[in-house]
């Protein structure tokens, strides 16, 4: 935890002469400041902007059962709308530097597993019908009493590996890192750049976008990490303008041919809540609806937990402020994102970074959520920043996150063992759930063996068996006759 970080609580009061909007969001009481705010808000949507190209890209790239796709335009404007829409009601709502919108990984599960099962309006009835039983859970105080119930030394090896996963990210998302074409004839599944050497120009951006950096944080210099986004996205523009640089990926630094783009709200509301249930029957239903609880659950979790103690927010009991108020939002977030054909909407742990750039509370998300709004009319604009030019911050916040390690007792194997599984198997499955499970499962397989079982929450041993049907999904399904 950096020298700026404070707890949410007392003896830090907001000052008598504080405005109304430093009182609401309790911003100089957490040690910020308005423009660590904005920094802050900026940084996030910038690390996070890519989601407008790719969220299109990923919905509109799957068929249904009918051979239907979704349009790109209005899924970009759905994409948009519901994360300027939620990521301001959690900033007012829940008072946390906590950005959200469309899932990674889950708009994946609903476009390549569900969506060929049934059709588009019922696989989003799925998503609204997850995220709303993800609210009665919140509701009945269950995903609260959860969270609650994990070990601190797991919560800290949670932000710990969600570090690590950013900053494998980051790697990725840059080019620095890829994956080994043909990776069946090598031990290796990862090499260092496209070809096992670092080449291109958009490499060369992320390279000096991490260098520079790391250096301003060194230096201590306020807004390092957006001055580096803001810096090497010019950079970028100046070389793709001057030089033969092939391909950026997903977004390319160049000025666009048009500033505005109208929004195209037509996929708002197209859902079938019960549809599915007539097309797949009732036990394929549950099980896929189980999946994306079971990933939502637990991603927003790790986010959470992760983002509030990287900004020093956890109280003494390592428990997030205001946690039923933040996970109910997140559950209707998942709603919306259902109900607007954008796949459900979940916590972003690319909020990291600008909890990196000093934000501390939700105003921050007033800042991110407006640009989102105002990427619904300038999307053309607002897209310039390539990859390269983000992913330094994720790397920059990796490291960050990764300093909570020393939190953990490592002479201590029943604490150790799972810290170590929770923290590994996130980067190398590319999963915060799959992480948070491996760790569950661990730690109360070894509490159990040294005769603690009775000192583990029965919560913890509920998610660890549901933990274990999602990793044995695939015999289960079978089993059941699904597949």
Known sequence: MSETQKTDGPPAVAPPQASGVDRFFRISARGSTVGREIRGGFATFFTMAYILVLNPLVLGGAEDKFGHRLDTVQLTTATALVAAVMTIVMGVG???????????????????????????????????????????????????????????????????????FIAFIGFVDAGFVSRIPDAAHTSVPVQLGATGTLGGWPVLVFCVGVLLTVALLARKVRGAIL??????????????????????????????DRVVAAPDFGLIGHFSLFGAFGETGAVTVVLLVFTLILSDFFDTMGTVVGISAEAGLLDEKGDVPRLGRVLLIDGAAAVAGGAASASSATSYIESAAGVGEGARTG?????????????????????????????????????????????????????????????????????????????????????????????????????????????????????????
């Open 94 to 164: 829940g008072n946390l530097p906590l950005a959200l919108a469309a899932g990674l990984g889950l708009n994946a599960v609903v476009a390549f597993q569900i969506a060929p099962l049934m059709s588009w309006d019922d696989a989003m009835g799925l998503v609204v019908l997850e995220g709303l039983l993800i609210c009665v859970l919140v509701l009945t105080g269950l995903r609260e009493a959860v969270m609650r119930a994990v070990p601190q030394s797991l919560k800290q090896a949670i932000s710990v590996g969600i570090g690590l």
């Open 227 to 256: 001055i580096s986004i803001v810096a090497t996205t010019v950079l970028a523009v100046v070389i793709d303008a001057v030089a033969d640089v092939g391909s950026w990926g997903l977004t390319t630094p160049s000025w666009p």
């Open 363 to 483: 105003f921050s998300n007033l800042v991110t959520g407006a640009l989102f709004a105002l990427a619904l009319f300038l999307t053309p604009v607002l897209t310039i920043v390539p990859l390269q030019a983000a992913a330094p911050a994720l790397v920059a916040v990796g490291f960050l996150m990764m300093t909570q390690v020393r939190g953990i007792d490592w002479e201590r194997y029943e604490v150790a063992v799972p810290a170590f599984l929770t923290i590994a198997v996130m980067p190398f499955t590319y999963s915060i759930t799959n992480g948070i499970g491996a760790g569950f499962v661990a730690y109360v397989v070894i509490q159990a063996v040294l005769g603690r079982a009775k000192d583990v929450h029965w919560l913890l041993w509920g998610a660890s068996a549901l933990f274990l049907v999602y990793f044995a999904i695939d015999p289960v399904e079978q089993v059941l006759g699904v597949k």
